[in-house]
T-cell receptor, first 116, second 111 residues
């Protein structure tokens, strides 16, 4: 149980385009979903926390208009990187906590974004 | 000041040995602690969580928590080359109930 999927797993795009990443909890309902980014050989950096039906809470330094988060249902959250630039290239990982469980976060497999 | 500290390593142990990974945290209000394993290029996968003082065992893994010393550890018995990865210690604290990660310890198990 507690499986989280992400799509796509890898994306390459041109500078200036927007990229949408989906995060789904497959076998549980997620109260909260989290979005992280990770640079090579660094630890995870929390970008934002989202709860179904409400606006995401962004961490300091994360641009809300740049990284749009939509949490439309208890099993789906999306992150859209708008007008992507090469410095947005990173490993984006989502996680989710279960409505019926404790605070354990289950991570998706991640999406590797490369902006040319 | 980082809220969760780990020795970044690298830590090398021979196959079959016990690997000991340590973590300290600064927020006394932290109540839940997690160990994740992350292989290169992959996302973290949960190994164990621990809430209470003492030891918690799951197969070859034992998590230890000492709230008085603000210390969490993970022991891996009979280490295997497949255990080679970065191990992330994390704590939940604060009203936002977010995970704060340590920087990770890179473990290499030598065959």
């Amino acid at each position: 149980g507690a499986v989280v999927s992400q799509h796509p797993s890898r994306v390459i795009c041109k500078s200036g385009t927007s990229v949408k990443i989906e995060c789904r909890s497959l076998d549980f309902q997620a109260t909260t979903m989290f979005w992280y980014r990770q640079f090579p050989k660094k630890s995870l950096m929390l970008m934002a926390t989202s709860n179904e039906g409400s606006k995401a809470t962004y961490e300091q330094g994360v641009e809300k208009d740049k990284f749009l988060i939509n949490h439309a249902s208890l099993t789906l959250s999306t992150l859209t990187v708008t007008s992507a630039h090469p410095e947005d290239s990173s490993f984006y990982i989502c996680s989710a906590t279960s409505l019926a469980g404790d605070e354990t976060q289950y991570f998706g497999p991640g999406t590797r974004l490369l902006v040319l | 000041q980082k809220e969760v500290e780990q020795n970044s390593g690298p830590l090398s142990v021979p196959e079959g040995a016990i690997a000991s990974l340590n973590c300290t945290y600064s927020d006394r209000g932290s109540q839940s602690f997690f160990w994740y394993r992350q292989y290169s290029g992959k996302s973290p996968e949960l190994i164990m969580f621990i809430y209470s003082n003492g030891d918690k065992e799951d197969g070859r893994f034992t998590a230890q928590l000492n709230k008085a010393s603000q210390y969490v550890s993970l022991l891996i018995r009979d280490s295997q080359p497949s255990d080679s990865a970065t191990y992330l210690c994390a704590a939940i604290s604060g009203s936002a109930r977010q995970l704060t990660f340590g920087s990770g310890t890179q473990l290499t198990v030598l065959p």
